[in-house]
């Protein structure tokens, strides 16, 4: 009887364990996020952005085609000779047309202010909003950062509707979000997912920490507000990652304290303000940081000290390791800029480093981040040969003045790499045209120089070896044969 009335109790909890909801096994809630009321709330200030550019085109069909031969009065002869016809009078040049593009964005003061993405309305010489009520008004640029791929818009009209403006430092990674935008044009799509990673990095860009999300964005959506469950602005959709021109899982929003700043900059200053060492930096890997005596790879280290900057006049060196600024931890090389760039201009921030494997600390008062023109670097000619020697499967030459003038090297460093044999060299993956700078954080003055320095290096460990490819410089290490 006691075993009849156990196999009862057995299948009827196994009944209710499948008789329980989905959402209740997963933490109890009574019900899973309703959007509903925030989408009601919060689609009134989000805009649909048109922009019209001119575009400069050229009509010529590709060497070899020629343009095929239609039925007198056919439309498709008509199609072709105008989109691939003769060139025209000489002179004349390429064809002006305009083209649109679209985009979205938010209203965040009830006398017009609007966010969007620079990239929206770049090169635009007209820009319309379109309201949820349907009304279309024309929108100025009040100003635009690039680097934080921000502009600021303003439409001439009073009591807009506008929206909550949240705080993305207290995101969590795994919290619902939601989008509101124009993809492909459709005003007022939703789009809903969860926070995938925040602090995210991307390679072009070097001042935004990114909020990674699932939350679908397309083209369209770009410029528009991602929201969270309180009905607050908590970024700006800005990228996808896709192979195929579509949402793929992966977007990426600006934090809305990063866009809020700039925002702030452009009203007041009319342009945004930035942090700046004056030193260019690489990332740690496993042997770089066996290479410094360091425990485990992190930070970032100083490939090059620009003159006259705050790096300089602070003390900063080559092959000085960067693991903190102002009391933020610098993981990856990537965390440096975002710290630097967040911090104000003309103010002194500690730092410290790990130099030749000594803990020290630096003070550094912060200039301003020149434009992109100035920090912009061009890729020189390759060197040409002189007298050679062979070392560590290298073959070496001194400098002349010419090819340092060319490098932008000074007159105190430097040997260049001729050729490339079997040995450490290659092994390091050094190339031809390289310049050798440092080794073991000793500069190179001249090829017989470096000769006489290897024999004083140590045997079979890594040693670290600056390098400059091109005008770039460059940490590697090198294994010395025992």
Excluded: C
Excluded at 393 to 412: A, C, P, S
């Amino acid at each position: 009887m006691k075993a009849r009335i156990v196999n009862l109790l057995s299948i009827f909890l196994i009944l209710g364990f499948f008789a329980t909801p989905s959402y209740a096994l997963l933490g109890g809630n009574d019900k899973l996020p309703d959007f509903t009321e925030l989408v009601e709330k919060n689609s009134p200030a989000v805009v649909n952005i048109s922009t019209t550019q001119k575009v400069s085109r050229e009509h010529a069909l590709p060497p070899g085609f020629e343009i095929p031969e239609f039925p007198e009065g056919s439309p498709f002869g008509d199609l072709f000779r105008r989109f691939f016809g003769e060139e025209g009078p000489p002179g004349s040049g390429p064809e002006e047309f305009d083209s649109q593009s679209l985009g979205s964005g938010f209203i965040i003061s009830r006398d017009g202010y609007i966010i969007t993405n620079y990239h929206v309305v770049k090169d635009a010489e007209e820009i319309t909003v379109r309201l949820s009520d349907r009304r279309e008004l024309k929108a100025q640029v009040i100003g635009s950062d690039k680097r934080s791929d921000i502009a600021l818009l303003k439409v001439d009209a009073g009591d807009l509707p506008v929206v909550a403006i949240g705080n993305s430092e207290k995101l969590k990674v795994g919290e619902w979000a939601m989008a509101i935008g124009s993809p492909f044009g459709f005003d007022h799509s939703v789009s809903v997912g969860v926070i995938s990673a925040i602090n995210r990095n991307l390679p072009s860009e070097n001042y935004v920490p990114f909020i990674q999300t699932d939350v679908a964005i397309n083209p369209g959506n770009s410029g528009g507000p991602l929201f969270n469950l309180d009905g607050e602005v908590v970024g700006i959709n800005s990228q996808i990652f896709t192979r195929s021109g579509g949402f793929m899982g992966l977007s990426f929003a600006i934090p809305i304290d990063v866009a809020m700043d700039v925002v702030e900059q452009l009203k007041t200053k009319g342009k945004v303000s930035r942090g700046w060492l004056g030193i260019l930096i690489q990332d740690v890997n496993r042997e770089l940081a066996e290479s410094f005596g360091m425990k485990k790879p992190m930070g970032a280290v100083v490939l090059r000290v620009l003159p006259d900057s705050p790096a300089e006049k602070a003390g900063f060196k080559e092959g000085d390791v960067v693991v903190e600024f102002a009391g933020r931890t610098i993981h990856r090389q990537s965390d440096l800029p975002l710290a630097v760039a967040a911090y104000p201009v003309d103010k002194e921030a500690k730092v410290k480093i790990i130099r030749e494997g000594k803990t020290r600390y630096l003070t550094v008062k912060t200039g301003e981040l020149p434009p992109e023109e100035e920090l912009a670097q061009a890729s020189p000619d390759q060197p040409s040969s002189q007298g050679e020697s062979a070392t560590l499967g290298m073959v070496l030459q001194d400098l002349t003045r010419e090819q340092r003038k060319q490098l932008g090297i000074d007159d105190k460093r430097g040997v260049l790499v001729k050729e490339i044999r079997e040995g450490p060299a290659a092994e390091a993956e050094v190339r031809p045209g390289d310049v050798i700078l440092m080794i073991n954080h000793q500069n190179i003055t001249s090829r017989k120089q470096f000769e006489k320095l290897l024999s004083d290096l140590p045997r079979g460990k890594l040693l670290p070896m600056l390098v400059q490819r091109g005008k770039a410089p460059l940490f590697m290490t090198i294994r010395l044969e025992e």
